[in-house]
């Protein structure tokens, strides 16, 4: 017998006395049906005018809970007592009820940190209460859904204790993928009647255990296991009912996921994975059943731990089983850390690479005191289905701590250190990015309804590879060995911003996600075996030359992919990836040769497809360009590369019904992409669709960037000339010795 079925039986048992009384009483509300909705639609309708005679309805009736995208499966609001509480979920849910406690969702909207920073927003003189929808139609459902966000309000509620709570999630009827909490929730329902309607009044448990079948279907929906049903809140933007600016992009979980190669939706990816991952299967994954839940299959549960980054809220709530588990995941492989190669002297553009020496550990070479070195650290996101550091990048913070140590132990050299003050030094090469405003200044607390442009980004993407380099000389009585390590480190939030919520200073809890060590002979140093867990030595080059990519060292990166080719003739990607880098550089005749061998050695390869059909196209070749987009978007249905591709190739042919079909394919995944609003507003007119066109023409002026934008970008960096090095991609961070720091 199951653990499950076990369960389940002695629920049965445990209430077996009163099973027949209660279902005696079930019948007629059974054949009250209908009575029992009309009902329910006329409280609802009640409850709806209560609210709405003293709601501040700041953006107009037909739109009560902007600036989130969230609303109601009749407009109306819901009276939060229709919410069942978590813990009547839980009194049959144990063990989905423990683990949701601990969980960020569960205490989305309780943290000081984030109350304070909401409060900024509340009390802005142009702000206000009505301005903060958009941050609790995902933090606070149910106040929005209850209208509760208004003047004159309760500030506290009964319901913010359970954030997130299970009536919440189990209650969305449709999900968009804008983001900002584009679902639409309606009044929650634990059973549905003989007709698949929902029975939205009260339930006794044996209604529940006699219909268990009616149950599932209220609680459970298909969506709900897809990566589209979290990216109404895991996808945000900040619009001009927000910032009374213009619309921006707040952040693209879902898009990342979406063009990463664990969706397998896309042929752009690096590497290829055997199956496609959901935010699901990295986030709720099933384990072994310790408690009792009848929601379990086969002695497992669901994850409702929603295991992910967040370090702080069970150290602040003490949740230690949760603290255990969130570190544990995030040392789970999500990075290979590459201490890759050393370069010496003056860079050769007629050589690319000729004064580096690697990959560590395969290559001989020597080393000499007072000798000046770059080491090269490459860091890959090969775990994570999204960029590094996710989210809100502008508070959240993770970097690479790299120390020189000599025989003796003793630190030479080392950046990504802590300040006395707890923060992180600004030299550090950090995974994040900053938020400007108006004034050239850092959006220190998150006040994103100022900002105006990032200043720079340096998040890893999903797939992708990303170079440090970290230059110092061998001190002159320097023998024996060095050792040097790299460890990317992670910590929720950047100690300034939860100092200013949690005053007047808070020790975060700081994760090692990954290290990597190798030592250094001063003399000659010859092969040495592999490290644990290192790549092999084509995928080293392989992502050196991603990381050259993404720094435009265009040169580097041919070579680079050429030494993967050499390494590994048979492998396809080689050559496109060699003819990626010249298309980036405009070398589109230099692209076409190693596509023809890609091509010959992956025939209908949907990537070297892709990027031959780019360079067919620049050089006036459309038919040919069709043609293979058409082979790519056939294997890849839901690449919106490919369709935008296609539907600027038929664009450029004049075919305007076609165009307009393959850019309304890639709305279909991606309703903000830019390229769709702009050809779109054009094609419309062109079919003589004039309000269609104007509708797009206006989305893109409003999301198109803001070119005055870039002074505020440069004041800031300007002032700030440590994060202005950061910001150039190939730049060195040049180390001095510890004992001449200041």
Not at 164 to 187: E, M, P
Not at 701 to 716: I, M, S, V, W
């Amino acid at each position: 017998m199951s653990r499950s079925f076990s369960n389940l039986a002695a629920s049965l048992l445990a209430i077996a006395a009163g099973v027949l009384v209660l279902l005696l009483l079930v019948q007629p509300q059974r054949a009250s049906a209908g009575s029992d909705a009309d009902a329910a639609a006329e409280a609802r309708h009640v409850y709806n005018e209560k609210i709405a005679a003293k709601y501040n309805f700041h953006y107009g009736k037909e739109s009560p809970f902007l600036p989130s995208n969230m609303t109601t499966d009749t407009g109306e609001f819901i009276d939060p007592k229709s919410f069942p509480t978590a813990s009547y979920c839980g009194h049959c849910h144990q063990e989905a009820h423990q683990q949701w406690r601990e969980s960020a969702h569960s205490n989305s909207n309780r943290p000081p940190w984030y109350l304070k920073n909401v409060a900024l927003l509340n009390d802005q003189k142009d702000k206000g209460i009505a301005f903060s929808r958009h941050c609790e139609g995902c933090h606070d459902p149910i106040a929005v859904a209850a209208g509760a966000l208004t003047e004159g309000s309760a500030k506290k509620r009964p319901y913010d204790q359970d954030g997130i709570t299970c009536s919440v999630c189990h209650a969305i009827q449709k999900v968009d993928t804008r983001g900002t909490g584009s679902y639409v929730l309606g009044v929650p329902a634990v059973l549905v009647d003989e007709n698949g309607k929902p029975i939205t009044r009260p339930v006794q448990d044996a209604e529940i255990l006699a219909h268990l079948d009616r149950h599932s279907a209220a609680v459970m929906k298909p969506f709900y296991r897809t990566s589209e049903y979290c990216s109404s809140c895991h996808k945000a933007a900040l619009p001009q009912t927000l910032n009374g600016y213009k619309w921006q992009r707040a952040i693209s979980l879902y898009d990342e996921w979406q063009n990463s190669s664990f969706a397998k939706e896309s042929p752009l990816p690096f590497y290829t994975k055997e199956s496609v991952s959901t935010c699901q299967t990295c986030h709720m994954g099933r384990e072994a059943l310790t408690g009792t839940d009848p929601g379990a299959k086969h002695g497992q549960l669901a994850s409702h731990r929603w295991l992910g980054a967040n370090t702080l809220i069970p150290q602040y709530y003490k949740f230690d089983e949760q603290s255990k588990r969130v570190v544990e995941f995030l040392q789970a492989s999500a990075f290979n850390v590459d201490l890759f190669g050393i370069e010496r002297g003056s860079a050769n553009p007629e050589k690319p690479n000729a004064n580096l020496t690697a990959p560590l550990g395969a290559a001989s070479y020597g080393l000499r005191a007072g000798e000046p070195i770059v080491v090269d650290v490459v860091i890959q996101n090969k775990g994570i289905a999204h960029s590094h550091v996710p989210e809100q990048r502008d508070m959240y913070e993770s970097w690479t701590a790299f120390t020189v140590k000599d025989a003796t132990g003793k630190v030479l050299f080392e950046s990504g250190g802590l300040q006395p003050n707890g923060e992180l030094e600004s030299s550090a090469h950090s995974f994040t990015n900053r938020l400007v405003n108006a004034q050239g200044t850092l959006n220190e607390h998150h006040e994103v309804w100022n900002n105006r442009i990032v200043a720079y980004n340096n998040s890893i993407q999903s797939g992708r590879s990303q170079m440090v380099r970290y230059g110092f000389t061998i001190p002159q009585n320097a023998t024996g060995d060095l050792t040097v390590t790299a460890t990317v480190k992670y910590r929720r939030f950047m100690q300034h911003f939860i100092d200013f919520a949690l005053k007047p200073h808070y020790e975060q809890p700081i994760v090692d996600m990954v290290s990597t060590t190798r030592t250094l002979h001063i003399g000659d140093n010859h092969p040495t075996p592999d490290l644990p867990a290192q790549n092999k030595e084509w995928m080293r080059w392989n992502n050196y030359g991603i990381a050259l990519l993404d720094a435009q060292q265009y040169a580097a990166s041919v070579d680079a992919f050429a030494h993967v080719a050499r390494l590994r003739p048979d492998y396809a990607e080689a050559y496109t990836n060699q003819a990626i880098v010249e298309i980036a550089w405009e070398r589109y005749d230099d692209a076409r040769p190693h596509l023809a061998k890609a091509l010959s050695l992956a025939p209908n390869n949907a990537r070297a497809l892709y990027y031959r059909a780019l360079v067919e196209r620049n050089g006036g070749e459309l038919d040919a360009a069709v043609t293979d987009l058409q082979e790519v978007a056939r294997q890849f249905p839901r690449s919106r590369d490919a369709h935008r591709e296609l539907g600027f190739s038929y664009y450029q042919q004049h075919k305007y019904a076609e165009a307009r079909t393959e850019y309304e394919a890639v709305q279909s995944v991606d309703p903000d992409d830019l390229a769709a609003h702009y050809i779109l507003s054009i094609v419309y007119r062109r079919l003589g669709l004039k309000p269609e066109a104007a509708r797009e023409a206006a989305a893109f002026a409003d999301q198109k960037d803001d070119p005055t934008a870039n002074t505020y970008a440069l004041e800031y960096l300007r002032a700030h000339p440590e994060v202005a090095n950061e910001s150039v991609a190939w730049h060195v961070d040049t180390l001095q010795p510890v004992a001449a720091k200041p």
